[in-house]
C-alpha cells in the first residue's frame, strides 16, 4: 500500500510541478514583456506647467550670491614670534588672581 501511495505522491508532485514550471515560465515571460515595453509607452498624464521645450515660457529669474562674500585675505602678514601671538590669544588675569 505505501508503494502505491508513493508512486501516486510522486507522479501529482511531478504533474504539480510541470505546471508549476510552465506557469513560472509563463508568468516571467509576460512579467519580461510588460516591462521591456512600458518603457516605450507614451505618457497618459499631462504635462504640469509649462511644456519645457517651449522657448517662450516664463521662468524665474536667477540671482547669483557668492558662497565666500564674508571672507577677507590675512596674507600677506608679517611674521611675528611665538611669545608674541601667545600674548595675544592669551585670556587676561581675573583681579586679584596671579600667578
Known sequence: MSTQIR???????????????????????????????????????????TDPADPEAKVAGVGYQSTIAPYTSLRPMPPSGWKEQNRRVTPSPKSGHEH
Open 7 to 49: 508512486a501516486i505522491v510522486a507522479t501529482v508532485g511531478s504533474v504539480v510541478r510541470g505546471i508549476f514550471e510552465k506557469r513560472l515560465v509563463t508568468f516571467s515571460g509576460m512579467a519580461f514583456a510588460v516591462m521591456a515595453l512600458g518603457g516605450c509607452a507614451v505618457p497618459q498624464a499631462p504635462l504640469v506647467g
